[in-house]
């Protein structure tokens, strides 16, 4: 009797461990998934992004000097963000069956369909969104059922993020992008027309027409001018209009050997910590007060002592 009841826990015990074996056989194999499966093979290649969402496209592109995001100059520390993000974003598991279907249509009606594009061919296209939380991003691979919760290794970050920015967020936050070689001049205006000065640069030195110029103070001025960034910049019609229906703190005005021009007018608010600025593109600029307080130097601070 006990001999048969033996037998038969060992047959019992058996097909357990069989069962067992299974079932982590099957879960190794549902969990073996291709690592480079959202990643390009060559990303120096690249010459165009495109990211469409639901409600705008912000197309992002190599013109052979620099990038554009929908034709204007780009953040060039957000690109090196993104060109990290699809070279190291990894898929780390598939959805859970019972939400692939669900996950897939969320993902393709509120998700970002990321195109990458060498030349114009399209290289890898994806959609890329996450849960509420946005602490899980997902991506689901164009023309294929599974969606992934992806990672980057070693970083705790939500990986969708980056091509869920707006296209503010992806602009260019310095204020003069140019270089001094390819300088001609600077006009710097106040309201009071007395106060206001040029900056002409005559091949060896910078200096103020009609003042004794104290270069060093000067070229201060210059650096802090051409280095000039915004913390933010905000799509706010009714703030710009504000703006501009008032006088600015001042106007500055630089242009180029190559005839560009590069317009901004600052507006300071004493007390806020805040100050804005109009260029112009359609963006507020918004600075730190600190940012722009050396800006507003008058005519005589540059006269030598």
């Not at 000065?197 to 802090?224: C, H, R, W």
Request: hydrophobic fraction near 45%; charged fraction near 20%; avoid cysteine.
């Amino acid at each position: 009797m006990y001999r048969k009841q033996n037998i038969g826990l060992l047959i019992s015990l058996g097909a357990l461990i069989a069962l067992t074996v299974m079932v982590y056989v099957f879960q190794q194999h549902e969990n073996d998934v291709d690592k480079n499966l959202f990643k390009v093979t060559d990303l120096t290649l690249v010459d165009r992004i495109e990211l469409k969402g639901k409600s705008d496209t912000i197309e992002l592109a190599f013109d052979g000097v620099r990038w554009k995001v929908n034709g204007k100059p780009a953040d060039a520390d957000m690109v090196q963000v993104l060109m990290a993000t699809l070279a190291q974003a990894e898929p780390r598991r598939p959805m859970p069956k019972l939400l692939r279907d669900s996950t897939a249509a969320a993902l393709a009606e509120k998700g970002v369909r990321v195109s990458v594009f060498a030349g114009t061919q399209p290289v890898l296209t994806f959609f890329a969104g996450g849960n509420q939380q946005k602490t899980e991003a997902i991506f689901l691979k164009q023309g294929e059922a599974i969606p992934y919760s992806v990672i980057i290794p070693g970083y705790r970050v939500y990986v969708s993020g980056i091509f869920e920015v707006g296209e503010t967020g992806w602009l260019n936050r310095r204020i003069f992008n140019f270089n001094w070689r390819n300088f001609k001049s600077l006009n710097v205006i106040f309201p009071s027309t007395g106060d206001s000065f040029e900056v002409s640069y005559d091949g060896t030195m910078f200096s103020i027409p009609g003042i004794k110029t104290d270069t060093a103070k000067l070229n201060t001025f210059l650096d802090q001018v051409s280095l000039l960034e915004a913390d933010q910049l905000v799509n706010n019609e009714p703030l710009r209009d504000s703006l501009a229906s008032v006088q600015p703190a001042v106007t500055l005005q630089a242009a180029t050997l190559a005839g560009e021009v590069f317009l901004l007018s600052v507006y300071t608010k004493p007390g806020t910590g805040t100050a804005y600025g109009l260029t112009e593109a359609a963006p507020v600029a918004v600075f730190d007060q600190r940012k722009v307080n050396p800006l507003v130097q008058r005519k005589a601070w540059f006269t030598l002592k």
